[in-house]
């Protein structure tokens, strides 16, 4: 029996169509898994997909009419869970594939969940403060009948952070007229949101670079880092590097990056960035992020955006290990051409499921009304990162498959066997 993505290899080859490539990489883990051909049907877009049009009064007076998107990709778990993207690039597409990321997200991490993504298309950077309140509010009141605590929840992603969560979350608790805060994560604090849940992804890649450096039988003291981006993630896991006792040798952001073969002052660094993650403008002595990845390093982890590591670059890469705290940044050519030389690649899928499990945190927390300690999160998210980390490993040496493909076998087996015993398939 085999299971036939619906893309041609050229497509796969470049990445050039998330949800193609998603797919691609979804057959290949249910044929592996032997499961029916149905499974595929089912699990290769989402059970529902709802678009929304609405309108919001800017600041001018003027009504501008935006589109969002809801994706729940699939229910056999539990209910879906995934973060709303705000940005001008946001399409069905993509909406829909980051909801099957965040499914495989959750199987790997054995959440009870199944995955969701939402998103609106606008430009938050050209919006007053009052024009994102009232465009976070409306959204939540158009897709109000479809989300909820136990039916799909959401949490932040691109562009979005605690402040939209707080709005969206009064807005639902005006609709509903019951307090929930388990409706949504990564709310502040006050209203609910979990210790741990800002470092939480930066935490999560951090455990695996340590799994990771652990199976090459070293440790992260004196070992080279290189962090591509500098925003909340990629700046994060560098301060945590530095207060590792590795060497931080290279970081970049969108302008450019720096390299030092002695180590970089990360503090530093830190104080300097702006609230964008950009600090490179500062420096007159850089280098391209595209020569970045290249240069001297034993851990290289891309932590701005997609399609970095390709098959132009893949061959070059100097680290032995490379850990994806970004969605996408390498292609499937370049994860084979990685495999092939040996290279330890840790998915995003695994690698950055930090975010999501404690997110899941949250949410236990809000409905047993008992919050957690610092400390309590950290040892329930290192347990969680490091089960994970050992079930994709296994099922690379199990399947004799590359750690990408094995991070979708054990993200998909949960949610298709749940699927089966529903008599879905
Ligand atoms: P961010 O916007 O805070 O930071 C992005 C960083 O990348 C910035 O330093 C920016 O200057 C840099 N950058 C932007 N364009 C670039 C380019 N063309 N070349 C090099 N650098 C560039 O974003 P973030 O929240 O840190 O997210 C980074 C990645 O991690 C994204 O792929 C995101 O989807 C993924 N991720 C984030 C979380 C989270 O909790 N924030 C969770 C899971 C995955």
Same mark, same amino acid.
């Given at each position: ?9 050229? @497509? ?22 032997? #499961? ?46 995934g973060g709303i993207r705000l940005h001008?690039?946001v ?26 993504k939402g998103g609106i298309?606008c430009d938050p950077r050209q919006m007053s403060f009052a024009e994102i309140e009232r465009l976070s509010r409306?959204y939540v ?13 959401p949490a932040p992603d691109v562009f979005s952070n605690s402040q939209n969560m707080a709005w969206m979350l009064d807005e ?12 949504i994560t990564g709310k502040p604090l006050v209203l609910g949101g979990s210790?741990g849940r800002e470092r939480a992804t930066a ?19 004196? @070992? ?7 925003g909340n993630v990629g700046s994060y896991?560098?301060?945590? #590097? ?19 073969? @002695? ?10 960035r702006d609230s964008f993650g ?77 975010g999501v499990?404690v997110s899941?945190?949250e ?21 969680? #990162? ?9 099922? @690379? ?5 590359? #750690? ?22």
């Amino acid at each position: 029996m085999s299971i036939q993505g619906p893309v041609s290899e050229q @497509a796969v080859a470049e990445n050039v169509d998330v949800l193609s490539s998603t797919q691609a990489v979804v057959a290949e883990a249910l044929q592996r898994l032997g #499961m029916p051909e149905g499974m595929y049907e089912l699990l290769k877009e989402p059970l529902r997909v709802l678009t929304v049009r609405f309108p919001v009064r800017m600041d001018d007076g003027s009504v501008q009419v935006f589109t969002g998107y809801r994706a729940q990709h699939n229910d056999a778990v539990g209910p879906t869970k995934g973060g709303i993207r705000l940005h001008p690039d946001v399409t069905e597409d993509e909406i829909k594939a980051l909801s099957i990321w965040m499914s495989i997200k959750c199987g790997i991490a054995n959440l009870p969940y199944g995955g969701g993504k939402g998103g609106i298309v606008c430009d938050p950077r050209q919006m007053s403060f009052a024009e994102i309140e009232r465009l976070s509010r409306a959204y939540v009141r158009a897709i109000s009948q479809i989300v909820g605590p136990t039916k799909d929840i959401p949490a932040p992603d691109v562009f979005s952070n605690s402040q939209n969560m707080a709005w969206m979350l009064d807005e639902y608790s005006h609709i509903r007229e019951f307090d929930s805060p388990g409706f949504i994560t990564g709310k502040p604090l006050v209203l609910g949101g979990s210790r741990g849940r800002e470092r939480a992804t930066a935490r999560g890649v951090m455990i695996c670079a340590e799994e990771a450096a652990r199976l090459r039988g070293r440790t992260l003291d004196g @070992a080279r880092v290189i962090v591509q981006g500098f925003g909340n993630v990629g700046s994060y896991i560098a301060q945590a #590097m530095f207060e590792t006792g590795a060497r931080v040798v290279g970081i970049s952001d969108a302008y450019g990056a720096l390299y030092d073969e @002695a180590g970089l002052d990360i503090p530093d660094l830190l104080e300097r960035r702006d609230s964008f993650g950009t600090v490179t403008k500062l420096f007159k002595q850089t280098i391209t992020n595209k020569e970045l990845l290249e240069k001297p390093c034993d851990i290289l982890i891309p932590a701005a955006i997609e399609n970095q590591i390709t098959q132009d670059n893949a061959p070059r890469i100097s680290a032995d290990i490379v850990v994806e705290a970004a969605n996408g940044p390498t292609t499937l050519t370049a994860t084979k051409i990685l495999a092939d030389r040996g290279v330890l690649l840790v998915p995003d899928v695994l690698g950055n499921a930090g975010g999501v499990i404690v997110s899941y945190f949250e949410w236990v927390q809000n409905n047993q009304g008992l919050y957690w300690t610092d400390e309590e999160v950290d040892r329930r998210l290192v347990d969680s #990162m490091r089960a994970s980390f050992t079930g994709v490993y296994e099922a @690379a040496h199990h399947y004799g498959v590359d #750690m990408r493909l094995a991070a979708y076998i054990v993200g998909v087996r949960r949610m298709a066997e749940s699927a089966k015993w529903r008599g879905w398939v």
